[in-house]
């Protein structure tokens, strides 16, 4: 089975990744740069750029996945999860057997985006605002592209535990 987990930014996939890994299971961060599974590009060339520091314009830049690191990542017959939110994650759907996406809805968005620490990169205040602009539609668009949408704002447990009931059913 391969799983990819979606959500905006600030909403849990990587403390999802971290308790399936805990449980054992082969699961990865797209956040994770070791990986060398994302980098970030300009949007409109696809020339990759290093990071800037505090706010990023997302008109101009896209974090992008790496098509054939994915595919790496994915071969073999266990069940992989990759967690992340791209530019380019339309692209890579075809590769999953199971799209989930993680919702906490609009205002424990934001009460997770200005109560967590920030980050040097994309945490500043207009990228959160714009994240929280956006929040209803990354969901909608998540909804309509078949995503199997899961209620993250309880423990982080109780959400793996869904997601390996979706995956072992």
């Not at 905006?8 to 740069?33: F, N």
């Not at 590769?95 to 809805?105: R, S």
């Not at 423990?155 to 009931?165: E, F, H, N, S």
Request: glycine share 8%.
């Amino acid at each position: 089975m391969k799983v990819f987990i979606t959500a905006s930014s600030g909403v849990g996939k990587s403390s999802v990744i971290k308790e399936l890994i805990e449980r054992g299971y082969s699961a990865y961060d797209a956040d994770d740069r070791r990986l060398g599974l994302t980098r970030l590009e300009v949007k409109d060339t696809g020339e990759p750029v290093d990071w800037p520091k505090g706010f990023v314009d997302w008109h101009y830049y896209s974090c992008n996945a790496s098509e054939s690191r994915v595919k790496e990542l994915l071969a073999g017959n266990e069940t992989v999860l990759i967690a992340g939110f791209l530019g380019n994650q339309d692209k890579l759907y075809p590769l999953f057997d199971t799209l989930i996406a993680l919702d906490i809805g609009p205002t424990e968005h934001e009460r997770r985006l200005r109560s967590r620490p920030k980050r040097d990169v994309g945490d500043d205040d207009r990228n959160i605002e714009r994240r929280l602009e956006k929040y209803s539609a990354h969901m909608s668009n998540f909804v309509s592209s078949g995503f199997i949408v899961i209620d993250n704002s309880g423990p982080v447990a109780d959400t793996v535990d869904q997601i390996l009931r979706i995956i072992d059913a």
